[in-house]
């Protein structure tokens, strides 16, 4: 890591939702809203986004911790913006704030934690 790396850092991930963005098990029965599952994703994208610049080639974050509250809905076809701020950074453990919004409001809130780890020491497909 950088010694650049500290509380304060900021990342956005903007995305136009999609079909595959939808929560499968009640798309279904006809409803297309952006899932739970697509929100943190695209949280964790921000806060990678955040970080990335300032870790060694070497180097990856990886997520260890997520709390998010999803408070709102939004319809597939939508854009939501994602936005990350660093908040702690403990050695390699790094804690952020995130938020979603969509055109509308504030969807989702929460915090997620990541680790900085050597990309060596993670397993490689063969």
């Known amino acids: 890591m950088k ?26 029965e006809g409803f297309v809203v952006y899932s739970t ?9 921000a806060c990678v986004e955040a970080v990335a610049p300032f870790l060694d080639d070497d180097e990856v ?12 809905g939004t319809r597939i076809g939508e854009t939501v913006r994602t936005a990350a701020k660093l908040v702690e950074v403990e050695g390699r453990r790094l804690t952020f704030t995130v938020e ?10 929460g915090r997620h934690q990541r680790v900085v780890v050597k990309r060596d020491r993670l397993p490689r497909r063969e």
Do not use: C, K, Y
């Open 61 to 72: 974050s990886l997520g260890v911790r997520v709390e998010i509250s999803h408070i709102a």
């Open 37 to 45: 599952p697509a929100m943190v994703g695209h949280m964790e994208r």
């Open 100 to 109: 979603a919004h969509n055109e509308r409001e504030m969807i989702g809130e």
């Open 3 to 28: 010694e650049q790396l500290e509380v304060g850092l900021e990342g956005e991930w903007i995305i136009e939702t999609t079909q595959a963005m939808a929560a499968a098990h009640i798309a279904d």
